[in-house]
């Protein structure tokens, strides 16, 4: 079994900044390892889409929309990662999902999923 608790959404004002943190934990660590975590988001009406990874080595990637304003990080002896959102905008409000990507052997073990942490930024 995983866990994926997020935290950290709020409502914030345009141009305010948030941090959001997602630890991982549970008895898959015993058979896995994490090869990346990201951040995904989903707005009412839209399709969930990345908003940034970063892989075990410390690799990131970023939505053209967040470049410059977001920025992931991790703490890979507390299986924590983190989004640093600042300058935010009212089109960054979305339900943030954290997501973990196993390995096990080299191979793909699995794909988990948090609850989501609900961003509102106000104009």
């Known amino acids: 079994q995983v866990q994926l608790v997020e935290s950290g959404g709020d409502l914030v004002q345009a141009g305010g900044s948030l941090r959001l943190s997602c630890a991982a934990s549970?008895?898959?660590?015993?058979?896995?390892?994490?090869?990346?975590m990201g951040w995904y988001r989903q707005a009412p009406g839209k399709q969930r889409e990345l908003v940034a990874a970063?892989?075990?080595?410390?690799?990131?990637n970023y939505a053209d929309s967040v470049k410059g304003r977001f920025t992931i990080s991790r703490d890979n002896a507390k299986n924590t990662v983190y989004l640093q959102m600042n300058s935010l905008k009212p089109e960054d409000t979305a339900v943030y999902y954290c997501?973990?990507?196993?390995?096990?052997?080299?191979?793909?073990?699995?794909?988990?999923w948090g609850q989501g942490t609900q961003v509102t930024v106000s104009s």
């Open positions: 549970g008895s898959i660590f015993n058979i896995a390892a994490i090869a990346a």
């Open positions: 997501n973990a990507d196993f390995t096990r052997y080299g191979r793909k073990f699995g794909d988990y």
């Open positions: 970063i892989t075990s080595g410390g690799n990131t």
